[in-house]
């Protein structure tokens, strides 16, 4: 049985809040394995130079002092411990400039679960140290398929003498951040992958595959996505890098992933990044839309495409498509509403949209009202994110209520047994509006239930939020089960 593992990833940012020495530093970890030595977590430290407290020394140089100490507990029990000290270059002139600095550090560990302590202290201020616990897993098995994490790198040289920084033959510095601004145009990373050799059999050959992802949808980013042909043996290095000098704004997952010849899924790893690149539009990246389906649509139709896809896209989609849509940019529109598929489906986006713009027509069909298409209601809404509920169940004639429905999902995004009540409060449109939902990112509003019966009960306390006992009120019945 093919096994996943979980990213071990940790990005913190010191901030001038957790300093009053204004002291700013990003921290991250990896864990790795080794043939030789077991498992291993390689921790980075980057601090701002122009942050840290400098004091003048006995050689009349000025240099600041970090302390460091790291901390790996089970329970009660420390299983490691490092403390010390990281300095800062010298510096002549204490109004100078200084340069950032960073630190790295190597340290053994077995499989396991651990509290991760890190404690950071500029010793040349009077400021308390920043504190950080997190829960660390290590799970590297000796006869598995595994992979390291992913490891982003600000620069790399082959290695002449070995050091800290040192891998496979590389000295590797790396970003200690997950934040690429515009001004960076190369996205590079590092890892090892496992035992390729002990699952697929020596000198067996399989596939690594390396992308960028969506964050939000988990969909391919068009044109960034790669490949490498590998012979399985012990340890497998990954050293790849993207230009992400047109890579739009926004949140995405690094990939990598390793195939067997039937092209199944044997290991992968997702790393979080953004990316800010104002001068990118979003999802402008294939060309292809000129003889495309796209092509075909008139501006009509367009303008309604682009507005029904609203339910399924991120706020950047969302936030572009509407400023073009009031530009007016035809041949900018269609690109937009092309490359929205591309990234959905980058084999067959035409065959994504189609199966999609028959959910719109069903949508348009079953809410619309006489000033609104369907899937602008807050239903369409609903049924076009989320899809067909597992329950719809209407209620139209309960004395004291005003019409309503409940929506219940068994399984939605992650969670487990969501609804959403709509109800219809001017008793003539079909606009049914949402009125609550225990669903994350939904209006969840306390007094439901006197909203829904206010067409005649108007309840005396303001802050009451349920008047449903009373002649023919089911509502908390039917909220609770759903039929």
């Known amino acids: ?124 201020s009077e400021e308390s140290p920043f504190k950080s616990t997190q829960i660390l897993t290590i799970n590297y098995p000796k006869d598995k398929i595994g992979i390291s994490d992913i490891e982003l790198i600000e620069s790399l040289n082959k290695t002449t003498t070995k050091s800290i920084i040192t891998k496979s033959g590389f000295d590797i510095i790396p970003y200690t951040s997950d934040y690429f601004p515009e001004n960076f145009e190369k996205i590079a990373f590092y890892a090892e992958i496992y035992n390729t050799d002990k699952t ?25 996505k790669s490949f490498s042909k590998e012979v399985a043996k012990p340890v497998n290095i990954v050293l790849k890098s993207f230009t992400i000098e047109n890579l739009p704004s926004g949140n995405y997952n690094l990939v990598v992933e390793a195939r067997n010849k039937n092209n199944e899924l044997l290991i992968d790893k997702k790393l979080f ?27 009509d139709k367009l303008d309604d495409c682009i507005k029904s896809i609203e339910p399924i896209s991120t706020q950047i989609e969302i936030n572009f498509a509407r400023n073009q849509l009031k530009g007016k940019d035809e041949e900018l529109m269609r690109q937009y509403f092309y490359n929205f598929w591309v990234t959905r489906n980058e084999l067959d986006p035409e065959t994504e949209w189609n199966n999609y713009a028959n959910n719109v027509e069903i949508a348009n069909k079953m809410f619309s009202t006489a000033i609104k298409k369907g899937y602008t209601t807050d239903r369409g809404i609903i049924f076009l994110k989320y899809g ?38 001017d008793l003539v449109s079909n606009e049914y509006p949402l009125l609550h939902a225990d669903m994350p990112g939904f209006v969840n509003n306390p007094q439901w239930k006197v909203q829904l019966h206010k067409r005649t009960n108007q309840p005396i306390d303001m802050d009451t939020e349920d008047n449903s006992d009373h002649y023919g009120g089911r509502a908390n019945d039917n909220f609770r089960n759903p039929k």
């Open 273 to 299: 990044f953004q990316r800010s690149n104002p001068k990118s539009t979003p999802l402008l990246i294939s060309d292809d839309y000129v003889n495309s389906f796209v092509a075909k649509l008139d501006k």
């Open 1 to 124: 049985m093919k096994k996943q593992f979980t990213i071990i990833f940790l990005l913190i940012f010191i901030t001038s809040s957790s300093f009053g020495s204004n002291l700013k530093a990003y921290f991250t970890y990896c864990t790795f394995s080794s043939p030789e030595v077991g498992p291993y977590i390689e921790t980075y430290l980057s601090v701002v130079g122009n942050s840290a407290v400098y004091k003048k020394s006995e050689t009349n140089t000025f240099q600041s002092t970090i302390e460091i100490t790291l901390i790996f507990k089970q329970g009660d029990e420390i299983k490691k411990f490092k403390k010390y000290n990281l300095l800062s270059p010298e510096v002549t002139d204490s109004l100078a400039e200084k340069v950032n600095f960073m630190d790295q550090q190597r340290i053994s560990l077995p499989n396991g679960q651990y509290e991760f302590e890190i404690t950071i202290k500029d010793l040349f």
């Open 200 to 224: 697929l059999g020596e000198n067996d050959s399989y596939l690594v595959n390396y992308s960028i992802e969506s964050f939000e949808t988990g969909k391919l980013v068009a044109n960034y």
């Open 388 to 425: 067909k509920p597992n329950t719809r169940s209407e209620f139209v004639s309960e004395p004291s209520s005003y019409p309503y429905e409940i929506w219940h999902y068994y399984k939605i995004e992650g969670f487990s047994n969501k609804k959403f009540v709509f109800y219809n409060p």
